[in-house]
């Protein structure tokens, strides 16, 4: 089939921070004891149609926007004198091209495409370079540049850097499982060991030395029916292409497939333009080194 429905369970335990102000008084101090949190949620995407149904979120959010990259980010307050959590369920629904039948209309002629790209203004922020998208780096720069030779369309470059990137970098299974500390595009391309962040970060810098706008996006793959407690995190591509907006690619270990567009079997979660993979931010005006990524739980099946 060509659709799917998931089911999403958010769970974020906001521990205690005030010490101060007994847990009684929680009602007539709550201004003065309180916890902002911000939290990135599931948002829609027109390419994969992806719909967000909400079906429980406790405690209401005071805000809900929408950033400069689309992401949806909610707004929590709650008490700082006494653990409590934030609980938000709800289903996603995505669907795909056939695999059999493709659709590539976002493809054009090169020169239109940077004619394009150069009038936009907004695109200039996907061409920088960063600390893990070195794309001004001397290395990256020549192959990208031979990587855009004698190319005539933009499908053609980005099929020759995703084969390039596949090719160049080899899974390390043994990364997943360990600190997974990010290395950047530089030092994945020369040798370093390399997942999914590796993978998309070598993409999105030879593209930017391209002249080509990209950046990074993040979800989850390879979901099952299969109640799955905080399931492995994704990171693949998003590129600009006029006329149609973001085009998800994923390199990783689909060097010979290529995943790209509408075939693209993702949830997306949120995507970044930044070094920060993650939209998630708390405020306090008090001591907030327990609260941690060990009490941010989620389910997706």
């Known amino acids: 089939g060509t659709q799917a429905v998931y089911k999403f369970q958010l769970l974020f335990?906001?521990?205690?921070?005030?010490?101060?102000?007994p847990e009684k008084y929680s009602d007539i101090y709550s201004q003065l004891s309180t916890n902002i949190y911000e939290i990135s949620l599931p948002r829609e995407y027109g390419e994969t149609n992806q719909r967000v149904y909400f079906s429980?979120?406790?405690p209401s959010p005071?805000?809900?926007?929408q950033d400069s990259e689309g992401n949806i980010i909610g707004v929590f307050e709650v008490p700082a004198n006494i653990d409590s959590e934030i609980s938000i369920t709800g289903y996603i629904y995505v669907e795909q091209d056939s695999y059999d039948n493709p659709s590539h209309s976002f493809d054009m002629n090169l020169t239109e495409y940077f004619d394009l790209v150069k009038k936009a203004s907004f695109l200039n922020k996907y061409l920088a370079p960063s600390k893990y998208w070195q794309s001004t780096d001397s290395y990256i720069k020549q192959e990208a540049d031979q990587l855009l030779a004698n190319q005539s369309t933009i499908l053609g470059v980005i099929q020759a850097d995703y084969a390039f990137v596949g090719d160049k970098l080899e899974y390390d299974y043994t990364k997943v499982n360990s600190d997974n500390q990010r290395i950047g595009a530089k030092a994945a391309l020369t040798g370093g060991a390399s997942v999914c962040m590796e993978y998309s970060d070598s993409l999105i810098a030879i593209l930017r030395a391209q002249g080509i706008p990209a950046r990074a996006a993040g979800g989850y793959a390879n979901i099952s029916t299969k109640v799955v407690?905080?399931?492995t995190t994704h990171q693949w591509v998003q590129i600009w292409i006029p006329n149609y907006g973001w085009l998800t690619a994923d390199p990783t270990l689909e060097s010979k497939n290529m995943l790209i567009g509408k075939t693209i079997d993702r949830i997306l979660w949120e995507t970044f333009n930044g070094d920060a993979p993650s939209n998630i931010s708390v405020y306090s005006a008090n001591d907030i080194t327990t609260v941690s990524n060990g009490g941010y739980n989620i389910r997706v099946y």
């Open 62 to 65: 005071k805000d809900i926007y």
């Open 229 to 231: 407690d905080n399931p």
């Open 13 to 21: 335990k906001t521990p205690k921070t005030d010490t101060f102000i």
């Open 56 to 58: 429980n979120v406790n």
